[in-house]
């Protein structure tokens, strides 16, 4: 006769466990994407309000774990509610929402797959465009390139949504935390959607300054020298509050 199977009651405990872990984690990781979402929607509302992209132009994203959260494509960002959360995995595949993702996927995700960037924000800011149509490289006309990483590189051309662009401007990209589209506007990214929307911001300000200063007849505007922005990067690493 064969022996019978006992049952430990340890066991039956330890499965239980198993399954409660197993929902805990993955309330965990939901709770944190719906988190990231709102923080992504006000970052999203911020460039409109902003004036740093019209319509439903630009887009941003967001990195929880291995899971990366986008603007879905076409949706005005005031009607994006919680339900509208839309995802992807880093090969491209959708795995949340069932909203089309941005048309510029392609970018975000190079971007993700070649930097430590948890975030990304991509903008049609007028300035910055501006600047892309007229120079190979922003001139040095700040200190605040240091923070970009050094002189901003303007990507070339290629159709939006291709992996032509993505290519282009991971090229723009080496060193840098942000670079110029040429005819088509910015990208940058960051460890915070903060940090990468502020990189933006930064990084249009500097455009509007070269252009104001470079409109101005019969004067060339003064750049800063490689060394001098080498000094700025240096002190930069210190700034701000420790502790």
């Known amino acids: 006769m064969a022996d019978e199977q006992q049952w430990d009651p340890e066991d039956g405990r330890g499965a239980q466990e198993g399954v409660r872990d197993a929902r805990g984690r993955a309330g965990g990781e939901r709770e944190a994407e719906a988190r990231a ?3 992504l929607v006000a970052t999203a509302r911020r460039t ?7 319509g439903t132009s630009g887009n941003v994203s967001v990195r929880v774990g291995d899971t990366v959260l986008v603007t879905p494509s076409g949706v005005p960002y005031d009607r994006l509610s919680p339900d509208d959360l839309t995802a992807v995995d880093l090969d491209g595949r959708q795995v949340r929402g069932t909203l089309v993702p941005t048309s510029e996927l392609p970018m975000h995700l ?10 990304v924000v991509h903008t049609h800011a007028v300035h ?14 700040h200190y ?37 589209l040429q005819n088509h506007g910015t990208i940058t990214y960051g460890a915070t959607l903060d940090q990468a929307y502020d990189r933006t911001a930064q990084l249009e300000w500097m455009c509007r300054l070269w ?29 701000g509050q420790r502790g």
Do not use: F
């Not at 409109?48 to 019209?54: E, N, Q, S």
């Not at 070339?156 to 991971?170: D, I, V």
């Open 37 to 39: 979402w709102e923080a």
């Open 48 to 54: 409109v309000a902003d004036g740093l992209v019209v």
């Open 110 to 119: 190079t971007v993700y797959r070649h930097t430590d960037a948890r975030a």
């Open 128 to 141: 910055a465009t501006a600047v892309s149509l007229l120079v190979p490289e922003l001139p040095l006309v």
């Open 144 to 180: 605040m390139a240091a923070a970009l990483g050094g002189p901003v590189r303007v990507a070339p051309y290629a159709t939006y949504g291709t992996e032509e662009l993505a290519e282009n401007m991971r090229r723009a990209l080496a060193d840098r935390t942000g670079c110029l």
């Open 211 to 239: 252009l104001t200063a470079a409109s101005v007849p019969g004067r060339t505007p003064h750049l800063l020298t490689g060394e001098q922005l080498a000094r700025t990067a240096e002190k930069l690493r210190d700034y």
